[in-house]
């Protein structure tokens, strides 16, 4: 596994090809890079325009524009199972395991829940790269980060081409008047903290749900290692840059509220098997229920709905 990057590297959140294109040739006309990709079924959604499918015929969907934009881009492209409130972890491995197939630079997201983390632990054990989407809390990165390193104390180490994901959702946090970014700035101490000492196997922060230049900034200022933002964002990112005190009176303006930094405690720090582990979480020892976590999902199967036919 080959960590010789320079962070942040770019991923694209689109499901048109021809996006792919533009954005990658805007980043090369600006000696920078689009590496990778991420897909959901809302993007696919828009590229159909109304016309409804067959589950199957969405799956098949997905796949022929995942490989598309693999023939495009050289990094990572996340393509994300079904899952509602009632998924279970044995349908989201049965998944999964088939969106791995599709090519080795495939990395399957999955919901930061109990579920989740079940198919996470099964699909890691079986050495297939996972992006955890859905996530808005300091606990849940920690949960990602713990989760991981005892996966990989257990049954690894794991070389895949690149480490596992976690995307927190920053402007969706930003909705509710919350500063998003702060999450990532905090996620990344607490990631250092989980993963002191150990020379492998930390993930990759993937700051997702990007809505200004604000973001792409602070992103940057505090290490990420992946951003995915949508056409717009990089039109305008690769063609103007703007100076920290810019982007940090932005956020003065708005009267975002501040996100109070996580102590990870050493009771939770200190467990080390995957039993324990999900004791924590099933529990509520460690807490990975957020509420902007259950909309995503209820939003995501909505969108999923929208082009299957009944």
């Not at 792919?20 to 890079?33: D, G, S």
């Not at 390193?149 to 920053?170: C, D, L, Y």
Request: aromatic share 8%; charged share 20%; hydrophobic share 40%.
């Amino acid at each position: 596994m080959s960590n010789m990057h320079n962070f942040p590297l770019y991923l694209l959140d689109s499901g048109d090809p021809n996006e792919y294109r533009q954005i990658a040739q805007l980043a090369k006309e600006q000696n920078q890079q689009l590496w990778g990709a991420t897909t959901n079924p809302t993007l696919i959604a828009k590229k159909l325009a109304g016309k409804k499918v067959t589950q199957q015929e969405a799956y098949e969907l997905q796949k022929q524009i995942v490989l598309e934009i693999l023939d495009i881009l050289p990094g990572a492209v996340s393509a994300e199972v079904y899952a509602d409130q009632n998924t279970k972890a044995e349908s989201m491995v049965e998944q999964g395991k088939e969106i791995a197939t599709w090519h080795t630079r495939v990395v399957v997201k999955l919901p930061t829940t109990i579920e989740g983390f079940k198919a996470r632990a099964a699909l890691r054990r079986e050495k297939i790269p996972v992006n955890n989407t859905l996530v808005f809390s300091q606990e849940q990165i920690f949960a990602i980060c713990l989760h991981e390193k005892i996966i990989q104390q257990q049954h690894g180490p794991i070389q895949n081409e690149w480490p596992s994901f976690i995307s927190p959702f920053v402007g969706r946090l930003d909705d509710i008047q919350i500063d998003g970014m702060q999450l990532v700035e905090h996620g990344m101490k607490i990631k250092q903290k989980v993963f002191e000492g150990v020379p492998t196997g930390t993930p990759w922060m993937l700051e997702a749900s990007v809505r200004n230049l604000e973001h792409m900034q602070r992103g940057l200022a505090c290490g990420t290692e992946l951003i995915t933002a949508p056409a717009k964002v990089y039109r305008e990112w690769f063609t103007t840059r703007i100076q920290n005190s810019e982007f940090r009176a932005q956020n003065d303006v708005k009267q975002l509220a501040s996100i109070p930094y996580w102590e990870p405690p050493e009771e939770l720090l200190a467990i080390q098997t995957e039993d324990a582990f999900m004791n924590a979480i099933t529990s509520g020892k460690l807490t990975i229920q957020h509420d902007l976590t259950d909309k995503g999902i209820i939003r995501f199967a909505q969108d999923w709905q929208t082009i299957i036919v009944k």
